[in-house]
Structure formats: structure tokens, C-alpha cells
């Protein structure tokens, strides 16, 4: 068949390009900043270990290289967890911001870092981790628990939204009572950055969002059967009950580590995907959840590299370049939906 | 022959409360059972309770003898497969590919189709004569075609009992007996057994070999459709208070304009049939006459008039009737001459021509005349 062959040559060079828009994001981002290392010595430096130039060594190692795979990794992770919520709300535009569940996950971590600051002087990170997927969780659940019984798509993104200024209005009312260092933390961190970040924040995020990922993967057959919706999916065979408790778990999972590690980042969850359909002109699960990892890492990395470049020396913060990206992508996504219904 | 799937004594309903109790049935392979039933009667209910969308309150489901609870997912899908009212809108999903699904129970872990699954898919297209379309997009097809590829993926399922609900709403006509036509086939062919549940009563006359009434809390019937579909068991199925079903036609007349007579129309071999309609439009009472017991007017006269002028089939009009005929004749001032040939047997008919003209009544014979008389 000819399409079957066309197909396959789509997919190839919407992989092969993404791999080298990866390759290309890492270099360039190492490369540019306050310092600009010539990518003679990034290469010598990364692989070789070529310490000679001690400043432009420490600069990538300590600074730009965990930097940019935590950018990676959570952007990663981020729109594949647009791309669960998606498939599960049948909903081009569900995502982990817009159903409330960053919010969630922001709440609980101000309940942890505020209430816990007078007993802790450092919160380990585990423990802003789990409050961040518990909170995830708990805007999930009411998410749920409505969309049971509303089946009106515009409704449950209503709800979404209900759902992030009430958690927004928690974490504000905490705030008051907050000291001063916990506040600037928060509010630096309820904007989103990859800065300041560690080895150990890109290990710890990496051992909790592959395994994630790669089950995720494994689970792309029931995904597929999901698509044409719940009924069809349990009359092929597929355990809804199960099936769904997993794909929430697996998306909150997803989303609160993200929370934890780098804040709310919006319209990442719900460009990145659609990016990705648009690129590989199908739904099917087994393209699109490798295709949108990788495309939500390539993504990530090039938003942190306009937020901390652009306006150098002043860093944007990153939600502010998802955003500025992102909401165009969704506005137009919107339209050009409801003209073709109306067809 | 065994049993392909068996109800005994299933309760359905939602939420743990009985909506339908005691249905019991069986049907062996090829076989094709229709439900009908008034809207809200809980067709869909029992549907989606045999394919396991609603846990049942009570009784027991059987495929092939064994208790449809003890088997597995992967079990029931290899020989149970669906055709839902869900309307489906997937993205950028070609119709291949919506049909492709259907092979999930049988493909490996990432669902890849080997060449045996394609040839599969690529059968059951041409089966529902849809292979043209193969390569549209699913979002660009009409619903007459969207129903067939829904009905390939079900086939493509491979399954031993395909069970649809309302599979022929939102079809125009053409498309309803395309649909039911690859449905017989299937069912004869490939010994496929049939559950659905169907909105047109004459279809699922024609169609099924049993057919299912629901209504209330109980079946309200359940046998051939010979046994089923009559004038009685359909008008008190869906309350049919106004008009009536006609079960012979498998068709549906309006109410029957009440009241004293103020026309009679003399019919016969389907002449009167434009004219009762006629009147029944405008409102008009008339009387029919004299037509015999097996005349293609009488039947739809017997509901569009109650003053009917009817003689046994086969044989003279005896003069009893004649004068009654005349009797109808004289308390009218219309007489419509609807053109009927008149042979041996129906000379009657002639002479109350002649009376009526006799009597000076105003005689009617032609649909452009009755559109200008004031009745």
C-alpha cells in the first residue's frame, strides 16, 4: 500500500529531525549565555573531561549541562502528561495546567514549605516531591469526580480552571502567613525555572519520569483502544477500571514531578502534543508517546534558552516563554477545531 | 443446534435498581434477534448489559453454555464485538485504521497488524462495501458510511455475535437496507448470531428471525415475527392512541378523522387508497365502500375510516350491503368515484354509482375535484 509506505517515511523524518533538533537545542544551549564556549571545547569538554579551561568546565558541569537535561527531562514528561490527559478526557486541550492539577501540586507545596520551614532549616526534596504528586492527585480526583457526571467538554475545563483559583487562593492565604525567605522561594518557584538546578534534582526527576515514561510506552495498545472511547475500548477487551486508575496515576505522576522539580509550566502539555499530531499526522499511542517526549525535551530547552538569553541579563521566568509560545498554539488549535465541526 | 448465547432470567437496570426483570432467550448461531419498543424502554439497557457496559442485577448471560461472568476480557472480546450509538470522533485516524482497532484481542503487545490482520481489515471492508474509503479520513465520511466502517471494525473483530444498537438511525432509507442486507448476509454466511435493537418495526420484521418487545418492567413479548408483529401487539407496545400501526404494510397511518360521514368514496383495487388520504389530510369522516376483505383498500381504509362498506373476499356483494352502502349514500352529499374497474363480482359498486347520481348527490372523480369541493 501506498500510504502505508508514505506514512512510513513520515515518521522516520519526524523522528530522525526531532533527535537532531535535540542534539542541536543541547549544543546551542551549552553554547550560549553570560559566557559563550565555542563547541570545539563543549565537545572536548563533555567528552573527553578536558578540564583546562577550568571556568568554561565548571560552567557546563555545574551549571548549563544539569540545567538543560532537568529542562529536558520535565518538558519530557510534562507533555506526555498533556498527551495521557488528552487521551483520557477525549479533550484537545486538557493538560495538567489547565484541569487545575499544577495547582494542586503548588498548594500542597506550599503547605509543605511553609509548615514544615520552622521544623526543617532544608526540606528534602522527597518530601516537596510526594506533597506535590499528593496534591496533583487531589485536583485530579475532583476533576474526576465532575467530569462523571459532566460530560460537556467546555464544562470540565470550567472546572479546571474553579479548581486553580482555589488552590491559587489556599497557597495566597498561606503566603500571609509565610516568612519572608519561604515567600521568595515560592513565588520564584510558582513561576516556573530550571535554574539553579542540580545533579541530584535532574537524577532524582529522571528516576521517577523514565520508568514513567517507559510504562507509559508498554501501555500505548490500551491506549490506542481508548481512543474511540470507553465503550469500544472495554468491548475489545480492555480493563477500564484498571486501565484508568493507571493512566491517573501515571499523569499525575508526571505532572506533580515536574511541579516539584521546576514549578507550574503551562501550554507545554497541550502544544507539545498537538505539535507532535501535527507533525506525525496521527493519534496512534506508540508514535505519539515517544514523539511527544522528545518533542516536550526539545521544546523545554529551547523556551529556558529564550528565558535566560532574550533578556540578558534578566532571566524570564519560564512559564513566561510556554506561555507566550503556547497560547497561540491553543487559540489557533481551538479555531481551526470548531471550524471543521462546522463543516 | 446449541445455543450460541442464552439470557436466563437477567435483571437489568442501573445503579443496583431493576429497570427490566426476568428476560429469558436464546438464540443459536446465525440468528438475528431485534428489540423494540417504545423510546426509554430500556433497549439499550439489556444491550449494553449483554456486552457487559452494565453489570446485571440478576440472572445469568451464557455464551456457548459457559457464564459470560467466568470468562475474561480477551475471552468475550474474540466473540462478542459492538456496534455502539457512541458517536465516535477520532483525529486523524483514517478509516483503515478505525477498523484496524477491531483486531485488537489478537494483536501483540504494541499492536502491530502482521499481513494476516491486514488482510482481515481489508476483508471486512469489502464485506461492508467500504474499501473506496479505506484511506478517508473518518472525520470526512457521511454517517451511512461512518455506521459501515463501525460495522467493518465489529466484523474485523472477528466475533461470533456482533450486538448493535439502533445500528440504522441517523440512515436514510438506502443506507437502512444496505446496512440490514450485510447483516442478513453475515448472519447466513458466516453463522454470525445478531443482537440489536432497531427503531423501524417494518425492518425488524423483515430482518429478524425473533424479535424482543420491551416495555415496562418486563418483556412485553418475545417470538417470531409473525407471532409479534400485529396491529394489536404494536399499537399497545408503543400506546399508539392516535393513527395506527399497519402490520400487514409494516407501515404507520395518521388518526382516522371522528365524526359523521360527509363523503363516501366507492374503491377498490388501490383507488380509493389517494383519496382516503386526501380526506384523512383535510379532516374529513368518510365512508368506504364496498370494497372486499382482501382488497388493497380495504386495509388502509379499515384505519383512516370508521365507516367501512366491506365484503367477504372471493365472493358477490350481497344486497344487505348494497343497501347499506346506499343507506351511507343518502346521508352524505358527496360521492367520490375513485375510477375503480368495475368486473363480475363488484357490479355493485356501478349501481351505487348510479343511485348516488340518481339522488343527485355531487359526484366526485378526480383529486383536482375534491380539492375544490367544500366538504
Known sequence: MTGESRNRIRYT???????????VSIIWNINTGSVSIPLKDILSIIFRGDATDATAYGIIWKIRLPRLMLAAVLGGALSLSGFLLQTFFRNPIAGPFVLGISSGAKMFLAVVTIGL????????????????FLGSMLSMFIVLAFSGKIKNMSML??????????CSAVTDFLINFANESDIVNLTHWSHGSFSAASWSDVGISAAIILPTALVVFFLSKPISAYTLGEGYARSLGVNIKLFRILLIILSSILSAAVTAFAGPISFVGIAVPHICRLMLKTTKPVLMIPASFLCGAVFCMFCDLVARTVFSPVELSISTVTSAIGAPIVIWLMVTRRSKREE | MKNKIALDSLTVGYNGNPLISDITLSLVPGEILSLIGPNGAGKSTILKTITRHLASIGGTIYIDGNDMHSMNGRDIATRMAVVLTDRVRPELMTCYELVATGRYPYTGNFGRLTPEDKAIVTKSLETVHALEIADRDVSEISDGQRQRIMLARAICQDPEIIVLDEPTSFLDIKHKIELLEILRSMAKERG??????????????KISDKIVCVKGDHIAAYGTPDEIITDETISKLYEIERGSFNALFGSVELDAPKGEPRCFVIGGAGYGVQFYRALQKRGVPFAAGILFDNDIDTAIARSLSDHLVCAQAFAPIGSELATRAKALINSVEYVIDSGCPVGEF???????LEYARSCGKSVISSLEELAEATL
Open chain 1, 13 to 23: 523524518i519526524v523522528f530522525v529531525g526531532l533527535l537532531v533538533l535535540f542534539c
Open chain 1, 117 to 132: 520551614s520552622s521544623a526543617f532549616t532544608y526540606i528534602p526534596v522527597i518530601f516537596t516531591v510526594i506533597a506535590a
Open chain 1, 157 to 166: 475545563l470550567v472546572i479546571g480552571i474553579m479548581i486553580s483559583y482555589i
Open chain 2, 192 to 205: 454470525i448470531t445478531v443482537v440489536m435493537s432497531l427503531h423501524d418495526i417494518d425492518l425488524a420484521e
Open chain 2, 346 to 352: 363488484n357490479q355493485a359498486n356501478a349501481e351505487l
